[in-house]
Structure formats: structure tokens, C-alpha cells
């Protein structure tokens, strides 16, 4: 079974730019979907954007032209650059992997934006 680790996170003033990192301990090319969510204190687990195995990709109204998904099947990696930022961008962000119906998530990573 595929392990992810998030890291990147972070404190980064209102139009910064981060980039998270996701690092699998197992091939990823296997993945139905892989994806970013993210959840702010109080608020449920959301997604923010997510690729699939054939290229597809997608993102909430409120990242998209800020945000950017990636992955290096190479290198087992999922990226989610992320520009422009601000205060509500703020939460943990999470990666995910979902295979046959089954979900994998990382530990999660911090993203804070503040001046």
C-alpha cells in the first residue's frame, strides 16, 4: 500500500508562493486519481485540485489561474504549486491517492498566510 508525505508548507505572506510536495513510498502509476484538499480549523476537508491517471486535471473555483498540479511518475511525486496566495488559502493541506475505491491520505502539511 502506497504512503505519502506531504512537505512544503508554511508561513508566506498574502501573494507569496509555495509549493507542496507529495512523496509516495510506492509507484503511483497504478493511481486512479491523485489530488490536493486541504481543511481550515472548523471547516470539513475539501478538495482543491486533482489529476488523473489520463491526464485529466481540475481545481475549486478559488485556486484556479493561482494553483497548479503536477506529478513525476518518475520520481513518485505529486506537486501543487501554488502562487498568488492569501489569508483564506490558509489550512493543512492534504495529499491524496485513490485507487479501486480505496483512499490514501498523507499526514498533512501546514500553509499559512498572513502578514
Known amino acids: 500500500q502506497v504512503q505519502l508525505v506531504e512537505s512544503g508548507g508554511g508561513l508566506v505572506q498574502p501573494g507569496g508562493s509555495l509549493r507542496l510536495s507529495c512523496a509516495a513510498s510506492?509507484?503511483?502509476?497504478?493511481?486512479?486519481?491523485m489530488g490536493w484538499y486541504r481543511q481550515a480549523p472548523g471547516d470539513e476537508r475539501k478538495l482543491v485540485a486533482f489529476?488523473?491517471?489520463?491526464?485529466?486535471?481540475d481545481y475549486t473555483d478559488s485556486v484556479k489561474g493561482r494553483f497548479t498540479i503536477s506529478i513525476d511518475y518518475a520520481k513518485d511525486m505529486m506537486y501543487l504549486q501554488m502562487n498568488s496566495l492569501k489569508p483564506e488559502d490558509t489550512a493543512v493541506y492534504y495529499c491524496?491517492?485513490?485507487?479501486?475505491?480505496?483512499?490514501?491520505w498523507g499526514q498533512g502539511t501546514q500553509v499559512t498566510v498572513s502578514s
Open positions: 491524496n491517492f485513490f485507487r479501486n475505491g480505496v483512499n490514501t
Open positions: 510506492g509507484s503511483i502509476f497504478s493511481m486512479n486519481a
Open positions: 489529476i488523473t491517471r489520463a491526464g485529466g486535471r
